[in-house]
């Protein structure tokens, strides 16, 4: 009797001595090779979508589902609003072009920017384009989808950003000048009375 008791005690405590031995044991997963590209805008993903976030989808009105941010608002300011937020949202392409993200992605985000800010110029009908175009939101969805299937870019794609970011460059002074203009009219006629 005791010996089998011996036996069935020594059975369960190699059983345990098993069980303990295939915990430790460690399972390998293979996995494909993380790419460096999306590895680059895995980190450049949580400013654009803070700067979507704040800049287009900040606020809900009341009672809808619409959503809107400091940019419509920020616009509402003659000249200077428009310009601001072009400056804002160019600051997050020059992040992303320090992060290795392809030309012609950085091309695509300049042209939502670019095409917010000439619209933007337009009093009132600028503001109500921002409020629908929302830009930051696109161009934050542009980086969702580039990370998803990463492209190399070309050279042709290096003289398509230049055109653009010189474009943007210019239109964003004439904005500033155009502000400039807009504030000495306005003092001349408070203070000229």
């Given at each position: 009797?005791?010996?089998?008791?011996?036996?069935?005690?020594?059975?369960?405590?190699?059983?345990e001595?098993?069980q303990?031995?295939?915990?430790?044991?460690f399972?390998?997963?293979?996995?494909?090779?993380e790419?460096?590209q999306?590895?680059?805008?895995?980190?450049?993903?949580?400013?654009f979508?803070?700067?979507a976030?704040?800049?287009?989808?900040?606020?809900?009105l009341?009672?809808t589902r619409?959503?809107f941010?400091?940019?419509?608002?920020?616009?509402?300011?003659?000249?200077?609003?428009?310009?601001?937020?072009a400056?804002?949202?160019?600051?997050?392409?020059v992040?992303?072009?320090?992060?290795?993200?392809p030309k012609?992605?950085?091309?695509?985000?300049?042209?939502?920017?670019l095409?917010?800010?000439?619209?933007?110029?337009?009093?009132?009908?600028?503001?109500?384009f921002?409020?629908w175009?929302k830009?930051?939101?696109?161009?934050?969805?542009?980086?969702?989808?580039?990370?998803?299937?990463p492209?190399?870019?070309r050279?042709?794609?290096?003289?398509?950003?230049?055109a653009?970011?010189?474009?943007?460059?210019?239109?964003?002074c004439?904005?500033?000048?155009?502000?400039?203009?807009?504030l000495?009219?306005?003092?001349r006629?408070?203070?000229?009375r």
């Open positions: 009797m005791k010996s089998q008791i011996d036996h069935s005690d020594q059975r369960s405590r190699a059983g001595q098993d303990f031995r295939q915990s430790k044991t399972e390998w997963e293979v996995l494909p090779p790419d460096r999306s590895r680059k805008l895995s980190g450049l993903e949580p400013l979508r803070w700067l976030l704040i800049m287009d989808d900040f606020l809900r009341p009672g619409l959503r941010g400091l940019d419509p608002i920020i616009g509402l300011l003659p000249g200077i609003g428009d310009v601001a937020s400056i804002i949202s160019a600051v997050a392409l992040h992303a072009a320090r992060y290795g993200v012609i992605l950085i091309a695509r985000m300049a042209t939502n920017i095409i917010n800010e000439l619209v933007g110029i337009i009093p009132g009908l600028g503001d109500a921002s409020f175009f830009s930051n939101v696109r161009n934050y969805e542009l980086l969702q989808r580039s990370s998803a299937a492209a190399r870019s050279r042709g794609d290096w003289i398509f950003v230049i653009v970011l010189t474009l943007l460059f210019i239109i964003v004439a904005g500033l000048i155009v502000t400039v203009l807009v000495q009219a306005i003092g006629f408070v203070f000229d």
